[in-house]
C-alpha cells in the first residue's frame, strides 16, 4: 500500500504541469521589487513578438520589474515614453503600472543595463566578451543611457583593449560602434584608419548603427586615394608609351620603356587591377593612348605595398653611355611612390 502511494505520489509530480503564473515567476527578474513597470523582451530574439494589448506575457518572454523612476532620470528614450502624452505614460498613471515590450534586446544584456541604471552594482559583470560588449553599446545608444553606463563602460573597454586587432575584420567595426559610443575617440580613430587603409570597397556596417557620418568619412577617404593614385599610374603608363604628340619626354631609351612598361603592365595583373587603353582612330596625327587604371577593389596598404615594392634592373637595356632613368624611379614612378606614402589616416 506504502509503495503504491509512493508510486502515485510520484506519477502526479511527473504529470504535474506549472501553471502560467509560475512559468511567468520563472521568468521575471525583479530588478526592484517595488517596481511600477514590467519590461518584457523574448527569451530569444526568434521568438514571435506580442500584441500586449491582448493579455498576459506568455511563458516565452523574460520579464523585468524595474522603477519608472530610474528609467526615466537614466534614460531620455524611457523618459520620452512614459511622458502623458504616450500609451505607456497614461496607462501609467491611470493603472499605476504598465508593461512595455522591448524588442531586439538579448535578455542577458537588457539585465546588465537595468542593474547599472537601478544601482545593482553587485550584480554587474566585471569583465564583458567582445559580442557581449558590442550588444551593450548598442543598446545604450537605443536607450539614450550613456551617463549610467559610460564607468563599467570604461572598465570593459580598458580590460579588452589589449585584443585590438591591426588587421581589418568584423571585429574592427565593433570596437568602432563600442568607441563612438562611449566616446572612446583613441579607439575610434585607429579602428577609422584601419578600415580606411585595409578595405577593398565601400565601407560596410554589418547591421550595427555606425553613423552614416563615419561611414562617408571612411569611404571618402579612401576614394580621394584611390582616385588620386590611378591618375599618377595611368600618367606613367602614358609616360613610357612615349607619345611625342602629347610632348612627353621618353624615360629613358625605347627598349628600357618597353621593359619598363611591361613591368607594370605584369605587376597590375598579378594584382589582379583591370586597366585599359584607347586610342582615337580617327585623328590623321600621332596621339597618345588614354590609359585608364581601376584601383576600385584594391585596398590602399596593397597599393602601396605594390608601388613601394615595384623595382626593377632595367640598366642593360639603356642607351650606351646613359644613365637609366627607370632604374632610379619606382616601377610605378616616382610622383606614384610618393603619392602611395600618403595612407590615409583618421584625424
Known amino acids: 500500500m506504502s509503495t503504491s502511494s509512493t508510486s502515485t505520489a510520484s506519477e502526479q509530480d511527473q504529470d504535474h504541469k506549472p501553471t502560467s503564473t509560475e512559468l511567468t515567476e520563472m521568468h521575471t527578474h525583479q530588478v526592484d521589487p517595488d517596481g511600477d513597470i514590467i519590461l518584457f523582451t523574448p527569451a530569444t530574439l526568434e521568438t514571435s513578438l506580442v500584441d500586449v494589448t491582448e493579455g498576459n506575457v506568455p511563458r516565452e518572454h523574460t520579464r523585468f520589474q524595474v522603477s519608472s523612476k530610474h528609467l526615466t532620470l537614466a534614460s531620455d528614450y524611457f523618459k520620452r515614453m512614459l511622458k502623458a502624452c504616450w500609451a505607456e505614460g497614461v496607462a501609467l498613471s491611470t493603472n499605476g503600472s504598465v508593461e512595455i515590450p522591448v524588442n531586439d534586446c538579448k535578455p542577458e544584456i537588457l539585465l546588465i ?22 550588444d551593450i553599446a548598442v543598446a545604450t545608444d537605443f536607450f539614450q543611457c550613456h551617463e549610467a553606463l559610460e564607468l563599467f563602460a570604461g572598465t570593459w573597454i580598458q580590460d579588452l583593449k589589449p585584443l ?6 568584423e571585429d574592427t567595426k565593433k570596437w568602432m560602434m563600442i568607441a563612438w559610443v562611449f566616446k572612446s575617440n583613441d579607439i575610434l580613430r585607429e579602428t577609422e584608419t584601419i578600415a580606411m587603409q585595409q578595405g577593398t570597397g565601400p565601407f ?3 547591421n550595427l548603427p555606425i553613423p552614416k557620418s563615419i561611414k562617408d568619412k571612411i569611404d571618402q577617404a579612401r576614394q580621394k586615394y584611390i582616385e588620386l593614385l590611378q591618375e599618377k599610374i595611368g600618367e606613367r603608363i602614358e609616360t613610357l608609351l612615349n607619345s611625342p604628340a602629347a610632348k612627353k619626354k ?3 631609351a625605347p627598349g628600357c620603356d618597353a621593359k619598363h612598361l611591361g613591368l607594370v603592365l605584369r605587376e597590375l595583373t598579378e594584382n589582379k587591377i583591370s586597366y585599359s587603353a584607347s586610342v582615337p582612330s580617327l585623328s590623321y596625327k600621332p596621339c597618345s593612348p588614354f590609359f585608364t587604371v581601376c584601383l576600385g577593389n584594391v585596398s590602399p596598404r596593397t597599393i602601396i605595398f605594390m608601388v613601394e615594392c615595384g623595382r626593377s634592373n632595367g640598366r642593360a637595356y639603356c642607351a650606351p653611355g646613359k644613365p637609366c632613368e627607370n632604374y632610379r624611379d619606382s616601377l610605378f614612378g616616382n610622383d606614384a611612390a610618393r603619392e602611395a606614402r600618403k595612407l590615409p589616416t583618421s584625424g
Not at 115 to 126: C, F, K, M, Y
Not at 164 to 169: D, E, G, K, Q, V
Open 113 to 134: 543595463i537595468l542593474n547599472i541604471i537601478h544601482g545593482r552594482s553587485r550584480q554587474v559583470p566585471r569583465k564583458l566578451s567582445l559580442p557581449q560588449l558590442t
Open 164 to 169: 585590438i586587432l591591426s588587421s581589418f575584420s
Open 204 to 206: 560596410h556596417t554589418s
Open 250 to 252: 621618353s624615360c629613358c
